[in-house]
T-cell receptor, first 111, second 117 residues
Framework: DTAVSQTPKYLVTQMGNDKSIKCEQNLGHDTMYWYKQDSKKFLKIMFSYNNKELIINETVPNRFSPKSPDKAHLNLHINSLELGDSAVYFC??????????FGEGSWLTVV | AQSVAQPEDQVNVAEGNPLTVKCTYSVSGNPYLFWYVQYPNRGLQFLLK??????LVKGSYGFEAEFNKSQTSFHLKKPSALVSDSALYFC???????????????FGGGTRLMVKP
């Protein structure tokens, strides 16, 4: 069973559209994250939720809105997509301070 | 602020030879240090971590890393490289704090390891 699963894995969409990426973890972890990996493979945190509460909100455009219906889910909604939003988005989760477990990634291409 | 530097964009090594992937970090206090590996079109897989204790940490797939506080380094090593080790490797640091949710990983830029037969 996949510990951190995210869908879709690949998403191609036009500029201006609104899209969502879903994430679920079955590890019972309290904390979930969204990371963005750009075209140069650089990884940067976007958001962190602990028990459905937003903890970290890095400098991310307001067009990006995370939603956590319960502690096992953290979805990422993106409004008015722009070309520069093309990237790989990784969902992750952790229970302790030590190890973060990542999903397989969602490849977003905006055309 | 915390930061991680991986000075090499790519490391080339012949199969069977030892490999080293370099990582240096900057953090205000004592660090938690991590290595992750990313295979093509895949997510990040946890390899190993340093929390406390022995400076030499052993991880998955025969990898190990040595924490050197004086040099603020956490280089990844393997005695004998395999072609299947070819992947993108990320070093990451997390500052110690009181709140798990308030901590976050800061990643280095990644180093591509190419192991040739």
């Amino acid at each position: 069973d996949t510990a951190v699963s995210q869908t879709p894995k690949y998403l191609v969409t036009q500029m201006g559209n609104d899209k969502s990426i879903k994430c679920e973890q079955n590890l019972g972890h309290d904390t979930m994250y969204w990371y963005k990996q750009d075209s140069k493979k650089f990884l940067k945190i976007m958001f962190s939720y602990n028990n459905k509460e937003l903890i970290i909100n890095e400098t991310v455009p307001n067009r990006f809105s995370p939603k956590s219906p319960d502690k096992a889910h953290l979805n990422l909604h993106i409004n008015s997509l722009e070309l520069g939003d093309s990237a790989v988005y990784f969902c992750a989760s952790s229970q302790d301070r030590y190890t973060i477990y990542f999903g397989e990634g969602s490849w977003l291409t905006v055309v | 602020a915390q930061s991680v530097a991986q000075p090499e964009d790519q490391v080339n090594v012949a199969e069977g030879n030892p490999l080293t992937v370099k990582c240096t970090y900057s953090v205000s206090g004592n660090p938690y240090l991590f290595w992750y590996v990313q295979y093509p079109n895949r997510g990040l897989q946890f390899l190993l971590k340093y929390i406390t204790g022995d400076n030499l940490v052993k991880g998955s797939y025969g990898f190990e890393a040595e924490f050197n506080k004086s040099q603020t380094s956490f280089h990844l090593k393997k005695p004998s490289a395999l072609v299947s080790d070819s992947a993108l490797y990320f070093c990451a640091v997390r500052d110690r704090g009181n709140n798990n949710a308030g901590n976050m990983l800061t990643f280095g830029g990644g180093t591509r390891l190419m192991v040739k037969p």
